[in-house]
């Protein structure tokens, strides 16, 4: 008898071998993400405490006494945003400040349960102060975290006695950034993305996005030394900075229409440089909106003014 031929194995489809190859680059890319979180948080331990309000932690640090000032920071940073800057052993001198990490950001939780809008946020950061004993309290909010501070003023304006906003978003505007997160926001496919794609996209995309952060101001030498880069690159705070990114538009349409019903003292600050937001119809609105604010204008400076200009920062937080 004559032995059966031996038929080689069918090459797979062109179609499936690329899906093949890109699941795997998917994976090794998952791997290496959670291996540079897992970095990242060895190398930067949690700086504060924590508090918990209804069940949720928030991460918290608190440096010097005196009268209290809370700082809320920005989109996608952190506590250490405050501190890389210099703004908090500065204003620790004259005040008791709490600087905390917004949920999602930094140590702080964000769970899934909830939409976070500024007003959910305002209601967690409101139950820290009280259990921190915080009774009034001057709020420094920079550029997202200035949403949350309006919205903590209208929240408990019995404890907020002034306050102070940074390079803020406060009038909707066309966003391209809301959209080009829109994904990433999603459950399940936001989760892939911010686990494989994002973290590369976003290294890669680094300078680029200190340029529009700092523009036209050059980056100074101390953030881009001491600020932890790897931080603000992990999948879950990618999916953190996404989601309010598209929350952006539609938090400031339904904050607009309360600003008249602020009576604390409102400092604005804003840089006429600044390339993320407009100062004239961001700033520059709000104190025609709010006749008895006071703007202060930085010639040329761009959105980070806390890094920029941290002296004007200081005075109107002294000031206030």
Not at 257 to 264: A, E, I, K, N, V
Request: no cysteine; proline share 8%; glycine share 10%.
């Amino acid at each position: 008898m004559t032995a059966p031929a031996l038929t080689s194995a069918r090459p797979l489809p062109p179609a499936v071998g690329l899906a093949l190859a890109g699941a795997a680059a998917l994976g090794a890319g998952t791997v290496e993400n959670g291996r540079r979180a897992h970095a990242a948080e060895q190398a930067v331990p949690p700086v504060g405490r924590f508090v918990e309000v209804g069940g949720t932690r928030l991460h918290v640090l608190e440096r010097g006494r005196g009268p209290a000032l809370v700082l809320l920071h920005g989109n996608g940073s952190l506590i250490q945003d405050w501190l890389v800057s210099g703004l908090v052993d500065a204003a620790a001198r004259t005040h008791r400040v709490i600087a905390v990490d917004r949920p999602g950001f930094g140590y702080s939780e964000r769970p899934r349960s909830r939409i976070w809008t500024p007003m959910m946020q305002a209601g967690l950061i409101r139950g820290a102060l009280h259990s921190l004993g915080v009774e009034t309290v001057t709020v420094l909010g920079h550029s997202w975290g200035a949403q949350v501070a309006v919205a903590l003023a209208l929240q408990d304006p019995a404890r907020v006695r002034a306050l102070v906003l940074e390079s803020g978003y406060y009038f909707p505007s066309p966003r391209i950034d809301g959209l080009l997160f829109a994904v990433q926001g999603l459950p399940g496919l936001g989760d892939l993305v911010s686990h494989t794609v994002a973290p590369v996209a976003s290294r890669l995309l680094w300078p680029r996005i200190l340029s529009r952060l700092f523009g036209p101001s050059p980056v100074p030498e101390r953030f881009s030394r001491d600020f932890p880069v790897e931080m603000v690159l992990r999948p879950s705070q990618l999916r953190s900075a996404a989601a309010e990114s598209a929350l952006m538009v539609p938090d400031a349409f339904a904050l607009r229409p309360r600003y008249g019903d602020l009576r604390m003292p409102v400092t604005i600050l804003s840089g006429t440089g600044d390339r993320l937001l407009s100062h004239d119809g961001q700033a520059v609105a709000l104190h025609h909106r709010m006749p008895g604010s006071r703007l202060v204008a930085v010639e040329g400076a761009g959105h980070m003014l806390h890094h920029i200009a941290p002296d004007r920062v200081l005075a109107a937080v002294t000031g206030a």
